[in-house]
């Protein structure tokens, strides 16, 4: 047996509960994993709430962790028991002792990084490796517009975006918040709390404004961050903090300077061994180069995910939140 977190119905973090769950063998292509380090992201709290729908009720919850190969199915030949593995992306169960998954959402961890980076690291990296890379690629001397920076997928993104010369203008809710943002690389800083975004945004790119914003507050920033983008720019809104952007009318994109508008998730990049390999292999080499370092902001036991998906959610967080089984 083995401590997973389940939930049984939606609703806020008094859903979640801490059960026994019986070691499952892993089919031909599956790998199972004991998990040594969980990675907490916002979307665990969408899957809990019902913003997102799980495929059925009881679920398990999460999708990264890092640890230990311990059993292999018959078809995997890549993957050895005792492997240092992490994984990002597959099966809602990662809060969990252990997890099987099919071998195609598992990579290799270089000895350089350690169990927690990795958790804390590999979905929020390798969000910010398609976001800049991929979706939008950016170039040096570019001035972009990235929301929640302190968050834990927005630190990544300052650090990425100063190695790659990029101007990121972050925004965050307070002060300390924004300063954090700034000794992560973001190039300015604004507290959307209390400052006009769009006349900052004006002000810092002399009237430019930005070829492309990343916007994962959702609800709150959407109007915002539209009358931030230059010209035939590109608006990727990639989360729902605040609530999902629903109703939206097609013209408000003409009116606004023929914008486009990206909806992208991680799953449908890393979509391939290949493709997340690739992924993974630019976000290490960066962590190795030391141009990426994880920030992680909070651990908590296993047991104490409600209080850790309440500070998330209670935007009490900075940088990444780990899980420890
Ligand atoms: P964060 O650590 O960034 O936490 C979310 C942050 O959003 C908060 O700290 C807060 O920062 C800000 N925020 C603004 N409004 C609210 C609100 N009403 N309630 C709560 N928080 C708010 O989380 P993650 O790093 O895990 O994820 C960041 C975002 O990226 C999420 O929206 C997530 O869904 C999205 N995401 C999307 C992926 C994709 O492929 N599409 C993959 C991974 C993440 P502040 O106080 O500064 O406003």
Known sequence: MAKGIRFSRHGGSEVLELVD???AEPGPHEVR???????????????????????????????????????????????RVRDRVAYATGPLGACAELHVLPAQHLVRLPESISFEQAAALMLKGLTVQYLLRQTYRVEAGQTILWHAAAGGVGLIACQWARALGVKLIGSASSP?????????????TIDYSREDVVQRVLDLTD????????????????ERSLDCVAPRGLLVSFGNASGAVTGVNLGVLAQKGSLYVTRPTLGHYANSAENLQAMADELFALVASGAIKVEIGRRYPLAEVAQAHDALSGRQTTGSTILLP
């Open 33 to 79: 994993v004991r998990n040594r380090a969980i990675g907490l992201n916002f979307i665990d709290t969408y899957y809990r709430s019902g913003l997102y729908a799980p495929p059925s009720l009881p679920s398990g919850l999460g999708t990264e962790a890092a640890g230990e190969v311990e059993a292999v199915g018959s078809a995997v030949s890549h993957l």
């Open 207 to 222: 009237g430019a404004k930005c070829p492309v914003v990343y916007d994962s507050v959702g609800k709150d920033t959407w």
């Open 21 to 23: 769950q019986p070691a």
């Open 176 to 188: 300390e918040k924004a300063a954090l943002a700034r000794a992560n690389g973001a190039w300015a």
